[in-house]
């Protein structure tokens, strides 16, 4: 009865969940059960790239979430991916003991070169499974809130605000590409062995990643539809809409934005903690502004202000990538522009904007 | 200037820190014994050197239906800022009953607690249905944990009902407001206002762009509603204010210039002076 409504509320939604349902039988069958001979057989490194594409698709959920219905535009959402991805990075960099180059099983390699002699102490506890989840949804959410915090209560917006995401996660960037900060400089970290005991190379461990991806990507669109059709989704419509009469209203407008924003970047953290197991590498040309920026187009052309017109764009695009970045290397750069371009002159609301007429359901 | 006297300053001995104030309470028992509901006094808010109130002392009494009237510039809007909290004066001080000083609040607070503003053009949230705007607007606990799991209940879906019979919308209840004609955008804000059920209603030019019909309908409203609420309405449309108002207030340069009756008002040479100029 209760997937019955959200059928009806949420058609595209289901028809997500769906596909998602079916991925998440399909992958793992095509890659493990049918043998390598047969045509049917689905490559590991495909089952890898569809489940970098989910993580993907999780991050433009996170920044459709905000962008879409609050309309906070942020230029830097890479920043909280990144930060997950490395919290994660760092789990799995303890993770290799004795098995790195130079053999030291308290002492990432990074810091052996460095010749450092003792762990800082904010690598402390990352050999821990839960603690290293516990900073992935922490670190991003504690800087976007002190980061949101100030931005929100001094009621910076629109335009200012995405020019100061995006020097945020330009500042991160170039901290991070320091050596002295710790997190292994311009090469990031890589080389990672095994994630809880089991072989990241392994095809099982592959699926069970990717699996993870399915799963992180279903409960977050759930959840964001869940707070989108609650009241406070409402709300927060109203505030990207007429932001002062929302005041008068009697809602206090920046604790709205803020747990929006929070909750935002933790998405955004758990993409990036899914995602660097499955790629091998997280360095600080992630936060580098060109990927949020792209991370904005993904979105605007699946269409924002739909969560599933996101999920589409992510999806979409990164395919367009993944195979024009093949097929013809120095036209991707020309065709992501014209793209965006196109789509916002002529499909404002993006792709799904072309089948879907906004009709809001009757009160029940 | 001694070297301490910012120290001395910032820790003067016979000033309150705000919070240590005690916590504001809005009971729906407002102290209104002594008559008005709104105290403003001697508020002067000045814009670089232009002053747009000028020591304006009003005062507004529980229940009552005022207008204030003024050619541009007088200074109407900047007393709702004022009174609202979006604009803080430069002196003078403004009471909601006898007790609760204004000036301390934010919006939100001042808004929660009984003083519901309309602006000068309809602002409606026009991507929601005419429903989820008095539902939006509707007292309750408006922190971000309840509102993620509130859910209507049925003093409340009674409450909207009501309400949208009040402003003559219960037609278009599921109607986009972004739909609506510009004179029921006005009273659907109006609608919003009495969903916060407010003990005073400021009301910015409520039949600006109006048709004859639903200027006529709008001061029905209006007049319907003082007793229960005080109604402060800022107009420019004379005809209008003439058909609701028992007070009028007229501003001139940041301050009162004249107060009485609609007729009395109209004769003081001084307003006549402004309005018609020398």
Redesign the interface.
Known sequence: MLLGRFYHSDRGGAILLAGLFLLAIVVPVLNLVVPESSPFHLSTYTVTLIGKYLCYALLALALDLIWGYCGILSLGHGAFFALGGYAMGMYLMRQIGDRGVYGNPELPDFMVFLNWQELPWYWLGFDMFWFAMLMVVLVPGLLAFVFGWFSFRSRVTGVYLAIITQALTFALMLAFFRNEMGFGGNNGMTDFKDILGFDLQADSTRVALFLASVVALAVSYVACRF?IN???G??I??IR??E??????????E??KL?LFVFSAVLAGIAGALYVPQVGIINPSEFAPLNSIELVIWVAVGGRGMLYGAVLGALLVNYAKTYFTAAFPDLWLFALGALFVLVTIFLPKGLVGLWKKRG?E??P | MKPLDPLRKALRRDRVFDFMMPQVVFSPDLDVSHGPILYLEDVTVSFDGFKALNNLSLYIDDGELRCIIGPNGAGKTTMMDVI?GKTRPDSGSVFFGQKIDLLRL???DI??GGI??K?QRP???????V??NL???L?AD???WP?????LNQAQKDRIDEILEVIALTEQ??H?AGTLSHGQKQWLEIG?LLA?SPRVLLVDEPVAGMTAQETERTAELLTSLAGKHSVVVVEHDMEFVRSIARKVTVLHEGSVLAEGSMDEVQNDPRVIEVYLGE
Do not use: N
């Open positions: 707070i609650s009241k406070l409402r709300v419509v109203a809409d007429a002062s009469r929302t005041r008068f209203v009697g809602y206090q407008v604790r709205f747990w809001k009757p009160e | 609202t934010s919006e939100t808004a929660q519901g503003r602006f602002t409606v949230f026009e991507s929601h249905t429903y989820e539902e939006l607007s007292a408006k922190g971000v509102t993620l799991f509130a859910s209840r599921h986009l919003m916060q």
